[in-house]
T-cell receptor
Framework: QQQVKQSPQSLIVQKGGISIINCAYE??????FPWYQQFPGKGPALLIA?????SEKKEGRFTISFNKSAKQFSLHIMDSQPGDSATYFC?????????FGPGTSLSVIP | DGGITQSPKYLFRKEGQNVTLSCEQN?????MYWYRQDPGQGLRLIYY???????QKGDIAEGYSVSREKKESFPLTVTSAQKNPTAFYLC???????????FGDGTRLSIL
């Protein structure tokens, strides 16, 4: 069964720093590559999504970079804040399949 | 305010009992999904529905059942056949299958 490998499993970043989370996949037969943010006791919230024909997409402090040749996509959180402390999931979606990464626990320390 | 509403927020099940988790969306989305999340784990797909009156098994469908009689509703029944039902259950929807999904705030199910 196809999987997506997400790294790191946990990440500690100082306030104002850049948080970088990576995902690697096996094939590109997917329509969208979204990222989700989840706080304890809440459902995941869609942060940003990219299609495989786009190399980068930015929304506020969040940027997705997509490297088709390396089969990787990354989430960059600029100027990280303590309020960004949460679990982040990458995902891949197509008409009849959806795969989520195992998650990265981000802690932003003052 | 458009969104996905899951109820109840907390649910307790007795041994041998079936329980039903509610999921309603007013986003006019075609596709709906149910996931199970165990502590510190990722999301595992239970069932999904791409259109009304149709649904498909996901990766861990055993012990669960669903129906999709209305576009806005996709209830999940956790049957007594599910021997380890304690988990956080998440419902999601997307405009069409394959589009990024939007999630509700989950139902936490525990065994009495």
């Amino acid at each position: 069964q196809q999987q997506v490998k997400q790294s790191p499993q946990s990440l500690i970043v100082q306030k104002g720093g850049i948080s970088i989370i990576n995902c690697a996949y096996e094939n590109t037969a997917f329509d969208y590559f979204p990222w989700y943010q989840q706080f304890p006791g809440k459902g995941p919230a869609l942060l940003i999504a990219i299609r495989p024909d786009v190399s980068e997409k930015k929304e506020g402090r969040f940027t997705i970079s997509f490297n088709k040749s390396a089969k990787q996509f990354s989430l960059h959180i600029m100027d990280s804040q303590p309020g960004d402390s949460a679990t982040y999931f990458c995902a891949m979606t197509s008409y009849d399949k959806v795969i989520f990464g195992p998650g990265t626990s981000l802690s932003v320390i003052p | 305010d458009g969104g996905i509403t899951q109820s109840p927020k907390y649910l307790f099940r007795k041994e041998g009992q079936n329980v039903t988790l509610s999921c309603e969306q007013n986003l006019n989305h075609d596709a709906m999904y149910w996931y199970r999340q165990d502590p510190g784990q990722g999301l595992r797909l239970i069932y999904y529905s791409q259109i009304v009156n149709d649904f498909q098994k996901g990766d861990i469908a055993e012990g669960y059942s669903v129906s999709r009689e209305k576009k806005e509703s996709f209830p999940l029944t956790v049957t007594s056949a599910q021997k380890n039902p304690t988990a956080f259950y998440l419902c999601a929807s997307s405009i069409t299958p394959g589009q990024p999904q939007h999630f509700g705030d989950g139902t936490r199910l525990s065994i009495l």
